[in-house]
C-alpha cells in the first residue's frame, strides 16, 4: 500500500531537512506534498487524498493544533504528527486530545521520524480493515433478514432436502442464528377474496400493506420474527417461540391476531383468515407449514378468523349428497328461486355440522353441474357455449374456494340456464333471430353447428324446431337465401357475376352458377340479361 504525505511548517529549510530525512520508497509514500500555512494545507486537502499530516505547531496565521481541528472533521481518516520547537507540555494534551498520533521535537532524528511514519501507516490499515469489517457488517444486517428469508422459503419448499444434516448444514453455511434445540412458531395469513376489483399493481399495494400491518400487530416490541409471502395471497409470519412466550403466549398472538384480521378486512378491502401452528424445530418447519396450508384449503366456510392449531383433522365420513332430481324437476318447471333456495339450505347445513371441505364443496359442485347439465340438455341447450364467456368462466374456476364462491357461481349459472330454456321455449323468436343471422352472414361460410351455438342450442334441437316453423331444413333455408340475394343482386345493380357470387357465399364460381341454374332455370348471365332493371 502507498501513502501521500502533507508536510506542513512556515520555515522553508524545516521543509527541506525534513524532505531529506525521508526515503520515500522505503516508507511507501508515493507522493508527498508541501505547503507553508494553514490555507496551502486546506487547498491541498480539498484537491488531493491526504493519508498523513506531518504538521509544525507554531505557525502565523493559524497553528498546527487549528489545522488538526479542521481536518479531524473534513477528514477524519488522516493521520496526523505534529513536529515542534516546543517541549511544553499543553501543547503535547492538546494534540493528543485532537488526535494525533505523535508529538515530535525538533530537531528530530530521521530514524524516529520514520519510525513515527510507520506507525501512522500501522494506524492507517488498522482503521482501514476495522471500516472494510464494518462495511462488510453493516452489508451483512442488510441482507441478513433477506438471507433469512430465503432460507426458510427453500425449506418450506423443499429445494433444501427434508433431512436434519442438509438443514443444519445450509444453517452453518449462512451463517443463521439457529441452533438445532431452537423453537419456531408459524403463522399463515391467507387471502380468501378481495372484496373490489383490483389492478394487479393495487393488490401488490395491499400485499405490501397487509405484510407491514402483521408487522407492526403480530410482532411486540419483545417477539422476535419475521413476515414474508409464501405465494400470492399466503402471508407467513414465523415467530421464535421463545420471544412470543414472554408476551403473552398463544393468548396473546391469539388476540392480536383476530385485531389484525378485524383491522385488515375493515381498510384493506379483502377477507382473510390466520393459522397458527404449533412451535417446531426448523427441521419440522415444512411440514409445520404444509399442514396449515392444508387447513386453508379446506376452510371453505369461514372468513376473517383466527384459528388455533389443533391436531384433530376432519373425520373421513362419506357426505350425504342432495337428491339433486327433484332440484332437476324444479328447474324444468321453472323455479329457479326454490333451487337456489335449497342449494343453499343444503350449504349452510355443512356449514354449520363443520362437515364441509374443499373435497365435499367439489362433490356438491360436480353433482350439481350434472344435475344442470342434464336440464340444459334436455332443452336443447349447448352448456359449453352458454358459459364460454369470461365472467362464466371465472366464476366456475372460483367455486371450489368457499360457499360463498359456491353461491356467486351458482345463482350465475342458474339465472343463465333457466333465463335462456325460456328463450329457447319462444320458438318463434329464435327463429326470427336465426333467420337475421343468417342473412347478416350470407357471405360467409355457415354451418348448423355455427349457427345453433349463436342460440346456444343443440344442433339437432335447433334443426327440428327450425324444421316445424318454415318447412325447410336449415341448409336449404340458407341455400335458397342465396338465390334469393343473388337474383336481386343480378337485376337490380351492374355487380359483376364472379363479385355477385363472392357475395352471397360462393367463393367457387363454377359451383355458383351450376347451383344458380339449378333453381333459377337458368344461369347469372341469363339471368341479368332477362331480368336486369339496368339494362
Known amino acids: 500500500m502507498s501513502y501521500h504525505l502533507l508536510l506542513v511548517d512556515d520555515e522553508i529549510h524545516a521543509i527541506e531537512g525534513v524532505k531529506a530525512d525521508l526515503d520515500l520508497d522505503e516508507l511507501c509514500i508515493s507522493r508527498l506534498f508541501t505547503a507553508y500555512n494553514n490555507k496551502q494545507a486546506r487547498e491541498i486537502f480539498e484537491l488531493e487524498a491526504v493519508d498523513i499530516l506531518l504538521c509544525d505547531i507554531e505557525m502565523p496565521n493559524g497553528s498546527g493544533l487549528e489545522l488538526l481541528s479542521w481536518v479531524r472533521e473534513h477528514h477524519p481518516n488522516t493521520a496526523t504528527i505534529f513536529l515542534t520547537s516546543h517541549a511544553d507540555f499543553k501543547y503535547a494534551k492538546e494534540a493528543l486530545k485532537l488526535g494525533s498520533l505523535d508529538y515530535l521535537l525538533k530537531p528530530v532524528l530521521a530514524e524516529d521520524l520514520a519510525k513515527a511514519i510507520r506507525r501512522a501507516q500501522s494506524v492507517i490499515e488498522q482503521n482501514s480493515e476495522n471500516t472494510r469489517n464494518s462495511q462488510s457488517h453493516q452489508l451483512w444486517m442488510n441482507h441478513h433478514s433477506l438471507i433469512i428469508e430465503r432460507f426458510w422459503l427453500d425449506l418450506i419448499n423443499h429445494t433444501i432436502p427434508s433431512n436434519q444434516s442438509a438443514i443444519y448444514e445450509q444453517i452453518e453455511r449462512k451463517n443463521l442464528p439457529i441452533t438445532e434445540n431452537d423453537l419456531f412458531l408459524p403463522v399463515l395469513i391467507s387471502v380468501q377474496r378481495w372484496n373490489k376489483d383490483l389492478k394487479r399493481r393495487d393488490e401488490r399495494i395491499l400485499e405490501y400493506a397487509l405484510k407491514n400491518t402483521a408487522e ?41 391476531g383476530r385485531k389484525y384480521v378485524e383491522f385488515c378486512s375493515q381498510h384493506f378491502y379483502c377477507n382473510l383468515s390466520c393459522y397458527i401452528g404449533r412451535p417446531v424445530t426448523a427441521v419440522a418447519m415444512a411440514d409445520m407449514v404444509a399442514g396449515l396450508r392444508e387447513k386453508d384449503r379446506n376452510n371453505v366456510a369461514r372468513v376473517n378468523q383466527v384459528f388455533p392449531f389443533s391436531e384433530a383433522g376432519k373425520t373421513e365420513q362419506p357426505i350425504a349428497l342432495p337428491e339433486l332430481t327433484v332440484w332437476s324437476s324444479l328447474l324444468k318447471n321453472g323455479k329457479k328461486e326454490d333451487v337456489i333456495g335449497e342449494v343453499e339450505k343444503y350449504l349452510e347445513q355443512l356449514v354449520t355440522s363443520h362437515e364441509l371441505d374443499a373435497k365435499t364443496l367439489r362433490q356438491f359442485d360436480q353433482d350439481f353441474m350434472q344435475a344442470l347439465y342434464s336440464f340444459l340438455n334436455s332443452e336443447g341447450i349447448q352448456a359449453h357455449r352458454l358459459f364460454g364467456d369470461d365472467e362464466s368462466l371465472r366464476l366456475s374456476e372460483y367455486a371450489g374456494r368457499s360457499v360463498m364462491d359456491m353461491k356467486h357461481w351458482i345463482h350465475h349459472a342458474l339465472n343463465k340456464a333457466v333465463k335462456q330454456s325460456e328463450a329457447a321455449k319462444d320458438t318463434g323468436n329464435v327463429i326470427e333471430f336465426v333467420k337475421h343471422y343468417i342473412a347478416s352472414n350470407i357471405d360467409e361460410d355457415l354451418s348448423r353447428e355455427l349457427i345453433a351455438e349463436q342460440v346456444f342450442l343443440n344442433p339437432d334441437y335447433l334443426s327440428r324446431i327450425f324444421k316445424k316453423e318454415t318447412n325447410y331444413s336449415i341448409s336449404e333455408y340458407i341455400l335458397l337465401e342465396r338465390i334469393r340475394l343473388a337474383k336481386e343482386l343480378l337485376s337490380q345493380t351492374n355487380i359483376p357475376v364472379s363479385a355477385v357470387a363472392v357475395s352471397v357465399g360462393y367463393g367457387n364460381f363454377p359451383h355458383f352458377t351450376r347451383i344458380f341454374k339449378k333453381y333459377a332455370g337458368v344461369g347469372p348471365s341469363e339471368y341479368r340479361n332477362q331480368f336486369g332493371d339496368l339494362r
Not at 419483545?222 to 421464535?240: A, D, E, I, Q, W
Open 216 to 256: 407492526e400487530v403480530l410482532f411486540s416490541a419483545n417477539m422476535k420474527g419475521m413476515c414474508f409471502y409464501l405465494t400470492r395471497g399466503k402471508l407467513l409470519g414465523v415467530f421464535s417461540a421463545l420471544s412470543y412466550e414472554h408476551d403473552g403466549g398463544v393468548e396473546g398472538l391469539y388476540e392480536a
